[in-house]
Every structure is written in C-alpha cells, then in structure tokens.
C-alpha cells in the first residue's frame, strides 16, 4: 500500500479484531469450562449401580459421558480461537511496529 495511513489504519483494526478474537475465546473456554464443571457435578454412582437393572439409568450414563466429551471437545476448540486471535494480533502488531514513523518537524530553538 502507498498510502501510509491507509495501512496504519488497517493495521489497528486488524489489532482491534485481534483482541476481539482473543477475548471470544476466553468467553468461550469458561463458558466450556463452567458446563464440563456442571456436568462433572452430576451424582451418577447410583445410576452406574443400577445400570444393569435398568437400561434407562445406562443410557442416562453414556448420554452423560457424550455430553462431556462434547463439552470438552468444544473447550479445545475455544483455546484454538484464542491461538488464532494471539497470531492475529502479534501479526498485526509486528507489521505495525515496522512501519516507518511519521517524522514531524522539528522546531529549532
């Protein structure tokens, strides 16, 4: 680009999604995170007992443990949006530092 503040300004909203991308994968571990940890909390010794009695408990189980891979799953994907948004954001920031600055005029004293 010729236009130097054309880039810059460029720059700066790539930084400025940057940190939005970072911060939609931080929701998004904790929300991950807090459902994996409500799910964990989930009494399933009695069901495990009576697993062999009833197949409903058993189904209950594995539908259980779905959930949980599932949830831990998608916490994977949450810090994977967190990488991308932290090389988006050091890219952006690398480019940015590059530039050459703008050289105001000196006033002589």
């Known amino acids: 680009m010729q236009n130097p503040v054309l880039l810059r300004r460029v720059l700066i909203g790539g930084i400025i999604i940057g940190i939005a991308v970072v911060l939609l994968g931080i929701y998004q571990v904790f929300d991950a995170t807090q459902r994996y940890n409500r799910l964990e909390a989930i009494p399933i010794q009695n069901l495990l007992d009576t697993a062999q009695e009833n197949p409903t408990n058993a189904e209950s189980v594995v539908l259980l443990d779905k959930q949980k891979r599932d949830t831990l799953v998608q916490r994977s ?28 005029a000196s006033v002589a004293m």
Do not use: F, I, N, Q
Not at 80 to 88: F, T
């Open 77 to 104: 994907e949450a810090l994977s949006v967190v990488g991308v948004g932290a090389v988006l954001l050091g890219l952006m920031s690398l480019v940015y530092t590059r530039l050459p600055e703008k050289h105001s």
